[in-house]
């Protein structure tokens, strides 16, 4: 999230188009409106607009998964984060990322799909009733249309900055076209421009790492010459990480397992419904558990396209790049500039078109993720239970197409306002953090926790992010409060957001089994379906072993304890 | 209905014949400063035909008629 602020101050034009790549840029264009338009005729219920019908495959529901998270402002801050603090980088990808989507997939999922659930506040009403619905649902609204305009402006301002586009121009464009395609064909239009923009960032981005690599002369002499250029300490992903002080992230180790890991990933992957909508499109309970373990297969890929080119930028680029405060200054390149300056080092007419498009798609999938979960959201959580209850499936439909429209204007009235006031990006962004924990929490208790409350649930919640806010609006105003929050006077910014998150999380689990302990237990008939030990979980049916679930996350398990011991 | 395979098997065809023919032209006629590193290996032809023919296979492989 704070790489979105730093993308915002290079005035030069970083790369120039040629007619081919303009052409590559448009048929992309040309492509993703011609499926909404095709589309259209198949989303006119309920269950067709919302939810893609439930009946995505287990692949294309998780590369939609995937690729709802793996937008272009992603891609070149965490590009940018690995030339600034090396391959440490690279846990965003993997232990904070993998154990929480084989966690969805083997224990979470069974739950969600089980109880028909459209969304995950609609899960909270299941389990803990109409008020902690409430909440999760109108802070969810709230802050995905908002922080789909900071997305969209700072993505609008990338591109005037690599193309010398028009703001305005890339504002409308991008958004009409998300507009239009998902409220023509819904959930399922969203869904298939994703898995289509998956692919063309792979086929876009992945040449930078391969080229990189020959001209760096492999992986080992890349590590020389990071190692000669920046320090030895760039290509250690555990090794630096037994105090704060020994690595250029300013992070330990505890903050990483316990912060990242157990608490932001858990708490993203797990309950942030813009990615867990997509599972829930998927047509059976196999699939569904299949999806998040397909996804975690290519997540741990994704540092080739990502982390690669920030570490072979420091090895190959003549320049140095510098922190953003100094490039606004200087009009020298930022760290985040990285990616589109490898994109230009070695992609000709053609290639950067394609890159530039893997960009474009980058950006409009995560768009596309926010706008469908925002519109099912609204509709399902918030319109029908406390605005319109007895409404037919039509008029729900309908309410969710012109939810699309209004959610995409939203978006765009707040681009503009961050145009005008930059800082509201860095509140937007710090509201949307807030949450991601304590729901966790909330969640988590009510699957595996039976004598968790409703009451319980409500004040854990709320609590829970109360503490966030807290801890935030203390760093803010004294910002030396840092070391009490990390614990560390060495403790820099992200350790911040991996201390606040773990602090908030304990925060929400404490109030959750006080006040449940305190108050009426649900009685267990309610809880059917709903909590572990109450529920039958579902079979993945009759399959052989390699094709069931748990195979295969033990498969991608293993590859991620070998990729953390090879990388060490 | 048209699967999703199809319409990406289309994008990477169209891509990659795209990106293959710039790359041809700049082979048959390289300009004078290539303004990229590495323009020996002439990535734009290699990575281009492999896109082209993914996307074929793909296509057809997922054509609606099937």
């Given at each position: 999230?704070?790489?979105?602020?730093?993308?915002?101050?290079?005035?030069?034009?970083?790369?120039?188009?040629?007619?081919?790549?303009?052409?590559?840029?448009?048929?992309?264009?040309?492509?993703?409106?011609?499926?909404?338009?095709?589309?259209?005729?198949?989303?006119?219920?309920?269950?067709?607009?919302?939810?893609?019908?439930?009946?995505?495959?287990?692949?294309?529901?998780?590369?939609?998964?995937?690729?709802?998270?793996?937008?272009?402002?992603?891609?070149?801050?965490?590009?940018?984060?690995?030339?600034?603090?090396?391959?440490?980088?690279?846990?965003?990808?993997?232990?904070?990322?993998?154990?929480?989507?084989?966690?969805?997939?083997?224990?979470?999922?069974?739950?969600?799909?089980?109880?028909?659930?459209?969304?995950?506040?609609?899960?909270?009403?299941?389990?803990?009733?109409?008020?902690?619905?409430?909440?999760?649902?109108?802070?969810?609204?709230?802050?995905?249309?908002?922080?789909?305009?900071?997305?969209?402006?700072?993505?609008?301002?990338?591109?005037?900055?690599?193309?010398?586009?028009?703001?305005?121009?890339?504002?409308?464009?991008?958004?009409?076209?998300?507009?239009?395609?998902?409220?023509?064909?819904?959930?399922?239009?969203?869904?298939?421009?994703?898995?289509?923009?998956?692919?063309?960032?792979?086929?876009?981005?992945?040449?930078?790492?391969?080229?990189?690599?020959?001209?760096?002369?492999?992986?080992?002499?890349?590590?020389?010459?990071?190692?000669?250029?920046?320090?030895?300490?760039?290509?250690?992903?555990?090794?630096?990480?037994?105090?704060?002080?020994?690595?250029?992230?300013?992070?330990?180790?505890?903050?990483?397992?316990?912060?990242?890991?157990?608490?932001?990933?858990?708490?993203?992957?797990?309950?942030?419904?813009?990615?867990?909508?997509?599972?829930?499109?998927?047509?059976?309970?196999?699939?569904?558990?299949?999806?998040?373990?397909?996804?975690?297969?290519?997540?741990?890929?994704?540092?080739?396209?990502?982390?690669?080119?920030?570490?072979?930028?420091l090895a190959v680029l003549p320049e140095k790049l510098v922190p953003e405060s100094i490039a606004s200054v200087t009009g020298a390149h930022s760290y985040n500039d990285v990616l589109p300056l490898m994109l230009a080092r070695y992609c000709g007419p053609g290639l950067l078109g394609l890159g530039v498009t893997a960009l474009i798609a980058g950006f409009m999938s995560g768009m596309a993720g926010n706008v469908s979960a925002f519109t099912t959201v609204w509709t399902y959580d918030i319109y029908r239970p406390l605005i319109h209850r007895n409404g037919s499936d039509h008029h729900y439909v309908n309410m969710g197409r012109w939810t699309t429209v209004i959610g995409v204007l939203i978006s765009v009235g707040t681009a503009y306002l961050v145009m005008q006031f930059a800082s509201i990006m860095d509140y937007v962004q710090a509201l949307f953090s807030f949450f991601i924990a304590p729901l966790f929490g909330t969640v988590v208790l009510g699957m595996l926790w039976k004598r968790a409350s409703a009451a319980g649930g409500f004040w854990g919640l709320l609590c829970g992010t109360l503490c966030s806010v807290g801890m935030w609006t203390w760093v803010k105003v004294d910002p030396s409060a840092l070391r009490y929050v990390a614990m560390s006077p060495h403790a820099k910014g992200l350790a911040q957001d991996m201390y606040q998150a773990l602090w908030s999380f304990i925060m929400c689990v404490v109030v959750t089994v006080v006040v449940s302990l305190a108050t009426k237990p649900m009685a267990e008939v309610e809880l059917n379906g709903l909590v572990y030990g109450l529920t039958q979980v579902p079979a993945v049916g009759q399959v052989p072993w390699y094709e069931k679930p748990v195979f295969w996350a033990a498969v991608v398990g293993v590859v991620f304890v070998a990729l953390n011991i090879i990388f060490w | 209905m048209i699967s999703i395979w199809f319409f990406i098997g289309i994008s990477l065809a169209v891509n990659g014949a795209l990106i293959l023919a710039a790359g041809i032209y700049q082979l048959i006629s390289p300009p004078a400063n290539p303004s990229v590193v590495l323009f020996n290996l002439h990535a734009n032809v290699w990575w281009g035909a492999l896109l082209l023919v993914v996307g074929l296979l793909y296509s057809l492989r997922f054509a609606p008629k099937r």
């Open positions: 999230m704070t790489q979105l602020t730093a993308v915002l101050a290079v005035p030069t034009q970083l790369v120039h188009l040629s007619s081919i790549d303009i052409a590559i840029v448009v048929f992309y264009f040309a492509l993703v409106l011609s499926i909404g338009w095709y589309l259209k005729g198949r989303a006119n219920t309920g269950e067709d607009f919302f939810m893609a019908g439930r009946e995505m495959t287990a692949w294309v529901a998780g590369l939609s998964f995937l690729s709802a998270n793996l937008g272009a402002l992603e891609l070149m801050g965490w590009a940018g984060s690995a030339y600034q603090y090396g391959i440490l980088a690279t846990h965003w990808y993997w232990i904070g990322a993998i154990p929480a989507m084989l966690f969805l997939a083997l224990v979470m999922m069974p739950f969600y799909y089980i109880s028909k659930t459209h969304s995950v506040p609609g899960y909270l009403k299941l389990r803990f009733g109409e008020p902690s619905r409430a909440l999760s649902a109108v802070s969810f609204a709230f802050m995905t249309v908002l922080m789909s305009g900071v997305n969209m402006f700072a993505m609008a301002k990338v591109m005037q900055i690599v193309l010398g586009w028009d703001i305005h121009f890339s504002i409308w464009v991008s958004s009409l076209t998300v507009a239009i395609y998902v409220t023509l064909g819904g959930l399922r239009s969203a869904i298939f421009n994703e898995v289509l923009q998956f692919f063309l960032i792979w086929a876009g981005a992945l040449l930078i790492p391969i080229l990189g690599l020959y001209e760096a002369g492999g992986w080992t002499h890349l590590k020389v010459l990071i190692a000669q250029r920046a320090s030895e300490q760039y290509v250690h992903l555990w090794s630096t990480l037994g105090s704060f002080s020994n690595n250029p992230m300013g992070i330990n180790w505890v903050g990483i397992v316990f912060g990242l890991a157990a608490v932001i990933s858990m708490g993203y992957w797990t309950t942030d419904f813009l990615v867990v909508q997509r599972i829930l499109a998927a047509k059976d309970i196999r699939s569904a558990e299949m999806a998040p373990i397909i996804g975690a297969g290519f997540k741990m890929l994704v540092p080739i396209i990502v982390i690669l080119p920030g570490l072979l930028g | -």
